[in-house]
């Protein structure tokens, strides 16, 4: 199935942990966490333009210092 078509056969109002969307620009949108009516999901995008691009409008707020304490990428690749 193409970016062209969209998948229809996975329920987007039942989001689990893990569930990995692709959006036609190329960004791929990963489920992290799931509670209650709560959503949160990590978005990566292919070059720092895209990601400036998104987030022109959205207002600048600090640093959160939760995720900011998370180990970085490298504590999670398999050896």
Same mark, same amino acid.
């Given at each position: 199935?193409?970016?062209?078509?969209?998948?229809?056969?996975?329920?987007? +109002? #039942?989001?689990?942990?893990?569930?990995?969307?692709?959006?036609?620009? &190329? @960004?791929? *949108?990963? !489920?992290?966490?799931?509670?209650?009516?709560?959503?949160?999901?990590?978005?990566?995008?292919?070059?720092? +333009? #895209?990601?400036?691009?998104?987030?022109?409008?959205?207002?600048?707020? &600090? @640093?959160? *210092?939760? !995720?900011?304490?998370?180990?970085?990428?490298?504590?999670?690749?398999?050896?």
């Amino acid at each position: 199935m193409g970016h062209d078509e969209p998948d229809d056969s996975h329920d987007h +109002e #039942d989001p689990q942990k893990g569930d990995h969307y692709q959006h036609r620009d &190329g @960004t791929d *949108e990963i !489920v992290f966490a799931v509670e209650e009516s709560h959503v949160l999901a990590i978005r990566e995008y292919r070059r720092v +333009e #895209d990601f400036a691009q998104a987030v022109a409008d959205a207002e600048y707020v &600090g @640093t959160h *210092e939760g !995720v900011a304490d998370l180990p970085g990428a490298e504590a999670f690749e398999e050896e």
